[in-house]
């Protein structure tokens, strides 16, 4: 089960649970363990003071820096091993992104 926090609308945060997508063969499941909130975006997202965004899209993935383990590897990984700890940043935080869950700079730690 895959559990996410967003942000619906300024002040409005919801815990969703959704049931975990397939893994393509390229992808990995991390576990998240932490989360930190980004007080220059994330904050003013939250509170409907961003600036730099006058049309807000919702609802919005939070925490986009995060520290988990990695649980499961699609078929042609390499790179990573199930039970490695990783520090990451998503690639899109907003809900429209590729493919939800999909990361980028991965780092082992």
């Not at 945060?13 to 893994?23: A, R, Y």
């Not at 499941?29 to 409907?48: D, F, N, W």
């Not at 990451?88 to 939800?100: A, E, I, K, N």
């Amino acid at each position: 089960m895959n559990t996410r926090l967003v942000l619906n609308a300024p002040r409005k945060l919801e815990w969703i649970s959704e049931g975990d997508s397939v893994l393509s063969e390229d992808e990995i499941r991390v576990e998240t363990h932490a989360c930190g909130i980004s007080i220059g975006a994330e904050m003013p997202q939250y509170l409907g003071t961003d600036p730099t965004d006058v049309e807000p899209v919702y609802p919005r993935k939070v925490g986009y820096e995060s520290a988990g383990r990695v649980m499961e590897i699609g078929r042609s990984v390499t790179d990573f091993k199930v039970a490695i700890a990783l520090s990451l940043f998503t690639v899109s935080r907003h809900s429209g992104s590729p493919r939800p869950g999909r990361r980028s700079g991965f780092l082992l730690t």
